[in-house]
């Protein structure tokens, strides 16, 4: 399904792109893999509050980045009446949310933090209205973060480089034996710049052009409780499930494990909760259902994966996806599918140095457009060499209380309204204690039959 997006804002012809940079030019010699890499920028759009440090702590020598504070407003900038620091209620600002002095120029990350969600608050002395400016001159273009493919599902995605790999005579067989070696221990290339998807190169309107209607809706109401109401709703905050992209968000997986045998890969990430991703070599999924599956006609958190090999290529098809978000990112539907290729990263003299890992993302209810990441990890120990791979659990300490995560100490009485979990929970506590009076557009009432 293909959206119509109001895109072009009255600041969306800025510079784009002041010190953009190729990261790595390839020749696309496939039809659904291999595409050149997108452009990589040197620098940030919003607020980032310990500068382009991307780990714990707040070490020296990385000062926060932004344009202006503390209520100042960045030169040659007409603000808007009111934005979404000082609204009251955002459902009735629709006809600002793509105008990104709306977000005060800030990238969905830049709106994350701007609390202190990451050790260092940026909202003036009388919040929220103080808070800082991004850089509106900066943004990074929409086409660099669409697929450069010219399929619209995953199903269609994958038959077409099964049957690319047919006519070389694959797929490719391995055994034990004959199996490329990555077995090991590797980390994710995780600078803020690395991918659209770590939130901190793209103004928030270029991101809602990739989301269909209902789902920009619901990424400004996302923005706005973490940055009017400052009660972000994170999923590892209350040991909910973590969903499955986030294992690749610039602050979840970012310590991978790889395990091959000829028949199943595992790709083994943490976060707040270990996140595994099983793929299963030679295996067809069943499509007599909602979407394509491998076992009951049911949702799982990480959705089931599917793949074959084309010489020294992982070529992978997830799907059966329960619907969710990761903070700071688009929410996405049970009808989100990837396809994904791993393939190996050498030095001069041939020895396996990382992986490079091309995501292709369909989600014709949340998506305008399919979407694509490019991630790079690099390997740093065999499997059998230095700490353990931690297999994570995840005891809640956070609770919702009143709409906001509480610490509770061990012993504590508390009442509690049970989330129901595939509902968007964190969206029900949003409407349920910070969204009184707001117009709220009515839901679809399914069973009218007007």
């Known amino acids: 399904m293909r959206f119509t997006l109001r895109h072009t804002t009255a600041l969306a012809a800025i510079s784009l792109m002041a010190g953009m940079m190729p990261f790595t030019v390839t020749a696309q010699q496939s039809i659904g893999r ?17 500068g382009m440090w991307a ?3 707040v070490p020296e020598g990385y000062p926060p980045i932004y344009s202006t504070k503390d209520g100042e407003i960045p030169a040659g900038i007409t603000p808007l009446p009111h934005d979404i620091f000082g609204s009251t209620d955002f459902y009735l600002d629709e006809d600002y949310w793509f105008d990104p002095r709306y977000y005060k120029c800030n990238s969905p990350s830049g709106l994350e933090q701007i609390w202190g969600a990451y050790e260092v608050a940026m909202v003036g002395d009388n919040p929220p209205v103080t808070a800082a400016w991004g850089y509106c001159d900066r943004d990074y273009p929409r086409e660099e973060i669409i697929s450069p493919y010219a399929f619209r599902s995953a199903q269609e995605h994958f038959e077409a480089l099964q049957a690319e790999t047919r006519r070389k005579g694959g797929p490719t067989q391995y055994t034990m034996a004959t199996l490329p070696d990555w077995n090991g221990k590797y980390k994710r290339r995780r600078a803020k710049t690395a991918t659209w998807f770590h939130g901190a190169i793209t103004q928030v309107p270029t991101y809602l052009s990739l989301l269909s209607p209902e789902y920009q809706r619901r990424f400004v109401q996302q923005m706005y409780h973490y940055v009017s109401s400052n009660a972000p709703q994170w999923a590892g905050s209350y040991c909910w499930p973590e969903g499955v992209m986030r294992r690749v968000a610039q602050y979840g997986g970012g310590d991978i494990q790889i395990v091959m045998t000829p028949d199943l890969v595992l790709d083994m990430r943490n976060a707040a909760k270990t996140l595994i991703t099983q793929i299963n070599i030679g295996r067809e999924f069943d499509t007599s259902g909602v979407v394509p599956r491998l076992g009951p006609d049911v949702p799982q958190w990480n959705g089931e994966t599917i793949g074959f090999w084309d010489g020294d290529a992982l070529i992978t098809w997830t799907s059966n996806v329960q619907g969710w978000m990761s903070h700071g990112a688009f929410e996405f539907s049970n009808h989100f599918q990837t396809i994904e290729i791993y393939t190996p990263l050498t030095d001069n003299s041939g020895r396996h140095t990382g992986l490079k890992h091309e995501i292709i993302m369909y989600d014709d209810e949340a998506f305008a457009d399919p979407l694509r990441i490019i991630n ?9 060499e230095g700490d353990p791979f931690f297999y994570m659990e995840c005891i809640p300490a956070n609770f919702p209380i009143d709409g906001i995560a509480t610490p509770k100490v061990p012993g504590s009485t508390l009442e509690y309204v049970m989330p129901d979990i595939p509902g968007r929970p964190w969206a029900d506590i949003w409407e349920r204690y910070h969204e009184e009076g707001m117009q709220r557009p009515e839901e679809e009432d399914i069973f009218s039959f007007e």
Not at 35 to 49: Q, S
Not at 377 to 382: N, P, R
Request: net charge negative; charged share 30%.
């Open 376 to 384: 790079y990890m690099d390997k740093d120990e065999a499997l059998n």
């Open 55 to 57: 780990g714990a702590g």
């Open 34 to 50: 291999g595409a050149a890499d997108p452009l990589v920028p040197d620098t940030v759009v919003g607020v980032e509050t310990k």
